[in-house]
Structure formats: C-alpha cells, structure tokens
C-alpha cells in the first residue's frame, strides 16, 4: 500500500483538505511594500504554510473573524475557535505585500483582500472571556496594532524551527502515523515538563488508541514558564525510558500560547486534528492561566458543538496524583482516599524544591526528569 493510501484511514484534516500554503519566492518581492509581523503572528504564518491551521489560507478576513468571535464559526459555518489575524497600523498601498520577521527576514507574500478595524475589547471578551488587561493574552492583544490585514499567504521562507529534530508539519505526522499502521492518535497539548501526573493520563489515553502524539507548544509562552530547550530535553529522557518507542512521537507545536483556556482547548484540537490526531487530551483548566477559567471550563465548551461537528473526540482527564493507599497512580474519579495519602506537588512547591538542589520524590517526577531540571534550575 502506498504511504498516500495509507494516510486515507487517518482523521480528514478539519474542512476535509490539508492546505499547502509554502510556495517559490517571487521574483518582485523587493519591489513590494513590507508588513513586519510580530513573532506571534509569525508562529500563526508557519502554521499557515504547513497546513496546521488547515482550512485557513492566510489571515482572517472580516467575515471569518466576526463569525469567530461571535460564534466560534467561520463565515462558512465550519467551526473555529480562535482569531488568526495580523494586525497592521495603516492599509498597504499596493494589492501584495511582503511579510517579514521582527529581524527583517523575508518569509512571505500576502495578497491582500481587506484592511478592517476591530474591536479589542469585544474581541477579549468573547475569546478571553475577560477585558482584564493583566490577562497575557488580553494583555497582548491590547498592545496589537489597530486595523487587521486580511489575505492568503504564499510562504517562501519557513522559519528556522528551534528543535530541528523535533520539526513534523501535518503531512510528516500523518506519514508517520499511516507508516507505523495507526489509525487512531491521541494528541497530547502540554506547555510544561511531564510529571508522573500527566505521564499517566497519556498512558491512560494511550491504552484506548494506536499511537500517542506527544506536542509540546514551542512558540511563544509566559516568561514565567519553563524554557522549551529544558523541556525538550525532559521529554527526550522521559519518552526514552518509559514510553514504548514504537508508540509515541514527539515533535514541537509551533504555536504560541494564547492562554485562551477554553477557546484554545478547542482551537488546539482542530490544530492536532490537522496533525492526524483523531483523539486529543483535554485536562483540567487547559490552556489556563491565573483564576479567569473554572477548572472544567475547557472540557464543558466542547459540548457547545454537536456531536461529531469537530470530528476530533476530546478526552477529558482529571489531576492525577500517586496515593499512597492505593500504591499507584489515581485521580479522584478512581481513588476514594482523602488528600493525605495522596502525593501532588504544586508548581510553585516543584520549583522552590527545584532551586534549592532538591530531587522531587519519585512518586511525583521520574528521577531522569528531575535531574534535567536541576540542572536547568541551578543559578
Ligand atoms: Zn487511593
């Protein structure tokens, strides 16, 4: 069977077709007006050229964006959670124009179809679900330029990806996927390093499915969250040790974070959707940030689509933690102990153990994964 026929049985990528926006340098690039975007929008540019954002073929116009905002639905009614929009100070004055990085590097053209305002603060309040300026993203989109550029993009310079090793586009995972015979994938979301708690639920996922899609965020995050490269490497000695190699893979989500909650964890799984992922892991306060979502805010949104509508099945996970009662790994929904046998750690308390030298008990992190980031830590 050919690779081509193979990918047939994987999940059809969101609006049934898998969009290739990457194309040849024109010859008048020089001669054309140059739109620098932000590395934001430079992450959302690559994820347009490899078809992650699939059916979208550039940046939003002003149809598809009001119906996003109001609706979580493009103009054509398919479901979409989050605006993928460049925001621009003034209209170009010509009918293309050249995208380029904050460093100057030219990446690509933008055939531009409307230049139109917008309304930040309606836009925080449906996609954020607050105008809270503390908020990051609310905070980032505050500070975003006034008028929005609509167009389809011709990509003629991919970004140079941080982890090489670990760059997949939708077309690598698929073959990957259809190569080792899986149908169903599981997509797992994580901004962090993986603790036993999470190694868990992927297991616990795993079990149910073909394959297993670790994918990490590695665009923009938080200054506050732990580097990629130290997070890349945790995952590398994790997946080594403990993972059965002929079920996992590993590559990087180019994204950046929006710290969307809700709205991202759908917008997430449309984007694994086009990865190949016919399942993805939804936990509690996914894509959160501070106190502004509910702890199931992100599972419950998914009822807001028919059955079936976004194709992708969203599975829904609670904290997990190691009771000492049961001997295992558990979370409220399999474990009736009280929270003094249980051993779950914050972030804050992993940290603070982190910096001061201070191996996390095993029951918590892997002792591989706790070693890469004393390491990390050490001042
Ligand atoms: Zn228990």
């Known amino acids: 069977m050919t690779v081509a026929a193979a990918t047939d049985k994987l999940i059809r990528p969101h609006g049934g077709f898998l969009v290739d926006r990457t194309g040849e340098r024109p010859g008048d690039v020089e001669s054309l007006e140059t739109v620098t975007i932000t590395s934001r929008e430079a992450s959302d540019l690559d994820m347009l050229a490899s078809g992650a954002l699939s059916p979208l073929l550039g940046f939003m116009g002003e149809d598809d964006y009001r119906g996003v905002v109001e609706d979580m639905r493009l103009h054509d009614g398919l479901p979409w959670a989050l605006p993928v929009c460049l925001a621009v100070d003034a209209a170009p004055s010509g009918d293309r124009v050249v995208l380029a990085g904050e460093d100057g590097t030219q990446l690509a053209v933008l055939e531009v179809e409307s230049v139109y305002a917008y309304d930040k603060e309606r836009e ?8 809270d300026a503390e908020h990051p993203g609310v905070a980032r989109l505050y500070a975003q330029k006034p008028l929005y550029l609509a167009g389809r993009v011709t990509v003629f310079e991919r970004a140079t990806p941080p ?37 868990y639920l992927t297991k616990g996922a795993l079990e149910t499915v073909d394959g297993l899609l670790i994918h990490p965020l590695v665009g923009d995050t938080k200054s506050d969250d732990v580097p990629a490269a130290t997070r890349v490497e945790c995952y590398r000695v994790l997946v080594e040790n403990y993972y059965p190699a002929g079920r996992v893979v590993v590559a990087a989500f180019p994204a950046a974070m929006r710290y969307a909650g809700p709205r991202e964890a759908i917008w997430h799984a449309i984007c694994r959707k086009n990865y190949g992922c016919s399942h993805f892991i939804v936990g509690r306060d996914h894509a959160g940030v501070g106190s502004y979502y509910g702890t199931y805010d992100a599972q419950l949104i998914f009822d807001e689509f028919e059955p079936h509508e976004l194709d992708i099945e969203p599975m829904f996970f609670e904290h997990a933690f190691w009771c000492k009662v049961c001997g295992q790994m558990a979370t409220p929904k399999t474990c009736p102990h009280g929270g003094d046998d249980h051993i779950f750690l914050s972030g804050t308390k992993v940290r603070e153990l982190l910096s001061a030298g201070e191996v996390p008990p095993t029951e918590f992190t892997r002792q591989e994964v706790a070693e890469v980031l004393i390491e990390a830590y050490r001042p």
């Open 124 to 131: 925080a309040e449906q996609c954020f679900r607050t105008t």
């Open 163 to 199: 982890f090489p090793e670990l760059a997949l586009d939708p077309a690598d995972t698929r073959r990957t996927f259809a190569e080792r015979g899986w149908k169903r994938v599981v997509g797992f979301q994580t901004r962090n390093p993986i603790h036993r708690a999470h190694e």
